[in-house]
C-alpha cells in the first residue's frame, strides 16, 4: 500500500496533501465554530433564566413569607411556558419542595436533594437573607433543536469546501509542477546538448528575497487597510450610540464620565458634566450587591420618572445605558387596577349563577304539596351548602387553612355528596355504577373535599347523556388516595383539556369557571395531582391525594 502511494506522481501527492489540509483545518474550524456557539447559546439560556427569576424575586419571597405556594406556583407556571424551561421549582430554606411545575416527580412538601441537582439553583434573596432556592432545569433538546437546519448547512458547507479545496490544491500543484517540469526539461536539454530549446519560465515568481519583499508589501498593505477599516468601524458605532433612544454613559471605575450619546435626558441625569449624587449612590449601591440591571426614580420637576438601568464592565469602565420606563410603569399600574375591578366582576357573576343552582332544586321540591321529612332534610342540606358557597367565594383567594384537615374516609365522604345530587341525578335518569376500596382515608380539611366531590360530581353530571352512566372508583394508586369520577358524556377537546385549571375559564353558557380552578387549586396545595382522561367514550377526573 505504502509503495503506491509513493510510486504516485508528485502532482497527485502535492494536489491530495493540501487537499487533505485545507480540509481537516477547515472541518476543525467549523466544529470549534459551532461548538463555541452551541456554549454561547446554553449560557445566553442560563442568563436569561437568571434575569426572569431576577424579575420575579421579590414576588416569590412575598408568596414564601405569606405561605401562598398556590401564587407561586402560577407564577412558575407561567415562566416554564418559556421552551428552553424543562420544568421549574422553588425549595424552602428547609429544603422542601414548595412549588414545582412537574407535579408527578416534586410534591410539595417532598424533601429536594440540592447536591445533586444538576440543573440551574438561583438563591432567592432579600436583604442578604436567603429564603430559599429557585430550581430550573433547561430544556436541553429545545437548544439542540435550533442546530438541527445549521448541521445541513454545514454540511453544504464542508462538501463544497472539499470541491474548492480540491481544485485550489489543483491548481497549486499544477503551478509547483509547471516549474519542475520545465526545470527537468532544461536538464535534459542541457544533458543532450540542445540549449538553444532551454525555456524560461515567465511568471509572477521569483527569488526568495524578493517573495519576502512582496509578502512585506502586501502585509503593509493589509495592516493599512484594517486601520482604516477600523476608524470606519469606530465612527459607525459612534454614530449608532448617537441614534440610540436611551442614555447611554461611558464611565471609569471612578465614574468619571468617558462618552455620553446626545440626550433629551442628559441634563436630567447629569450635573456639572458628572452623574447626579443621588443617582451615582443608587448605582454603586447595585454594584456593591452584584445587581446590573434595577429601576431607578428620578424627580423631574413635579413628575417622578422610573429609569431602567442597565451595568456592563468594559476592561477598567462602565457603560451604564439609562432607558425610561414611566409610560410601562403607568400602564401597569392602570392595568392592575382594571384587573381587579374585572375579577370584583366575575366573582361576583359567579355567586349569583352558582346560588341559583343549588336553590332550583329546592324550588322543585316546593313544588310538590306533599313534603316527607327527607325531602325537608334535603332542603336544609341545601340551603346551608349555598350559605357555605358564599362563604367560600367570599374567601377564594385565602390561603388553605391545613390547621383544619382531618381523616376522612373517603367513600362515605362521596356517599354523602351523592345524596345532595339525588334530584339531579333522577332529573337526567343517570345510572351510578360505584366501585369503591374499603379503609381508604385522607388527611384533609373536610369542607375542602366536600367541594372538590361536588364540583366533580356537578359537572359529570352536566356532561351526561340522558339514561348515562356515571361511574366512581376508589383505590390506593401509586402511593396516593385515588378516586375517579367518570361519565358518558361528549369528549373534551385536547386544548380545553389545557385551559380547564384556568380562572374564569368555562364553557358553560353560565358557568362561572372557577369550579375546577377551585379543585385544581385545593388538590395543589394539599401535594396532589389531577389526570383528565377524554375519549369518545367519555370523561374522566381522577384525584391523587397523598
Known sequence: MIDKLLSLSIKTKITFTVFLIILFLSGAIIYTIKSSLAKNLENSSVKIVQELVAVNEASIIKSILEDDYW?????????????????????DTQKRVIAHTNTKEYRIYDKFNLKAFDGIKIALKSDNIQFGTCVVKINKNALKALFKDMDKQIYLY?????????????FISERILKRLNILSYNAKCIQEGKLEKLQQYKSIEKDEITKFQDSMEIILKQLNDALASEQKLKSFYHKILQGLNEFIVITSREFAIKFQNDHSYKEIILENGALKRELLESIQTSLSKEIKRSVITVQNGDELLYLYTIIEEIGDMYAISFTDITKLKTLEEKEQLANSFELIGEISAS?????????QPV????????LDREDYQRITAIIAKADTLVNDFLSIGRPIDKNLSESIEINMAIEQQLFLFTA?????????????????????????FELIVANLLKNAIEASFENGTIEIKTEQKDGFKCFTIANEGKPIDKDIIESISKPFFTTKKRGSGL????????????????????????????????
Open 71 to 91: 401564587s407561586i406556583y402560577n407564577r412558575l407556571k407561567s415562566l416554564a411556558k418559556l421552551n428552553i424551561i424543562q420544568d421549574i421549582g422553588v425549595v
Open 158 to 170: 464542508i462538501i463544497a469546501l472539499a470541491l474548492l479545496s480540491f481544485a485550489m490544491a489543483y
Open 351 to 359: 355567586v349569583v349563577h352558582e346560588i341559583k343552582n343549588y336553590l
Open 363 to 370: 324550588k322543585l321540591l316546593m313544588e310538590q304539596e306533599d
Open 424 to 448: 339531579n341525578l333522577k332529573r337526567k335518569n343517570i345510572t351510578l355504577i360505584k366501585k369503591y376500596t374499603d379503609g381508604l382515608k385522607v388527611n384533609i380539611a373536610n369542607y375542602d
Open 515 to 546: 369550579g375546577l380552578y377551585t379543585t385544581y387549586k385545593i388538590v395543589y396545595l394539599y401535594g396532589g395531582y389531577i389526570e383528565v382522561h377524554s375519549s369518545t367514550h367519555g370523561t374522566s377526573f381522577s384525584i391523587y391525594l397523598p
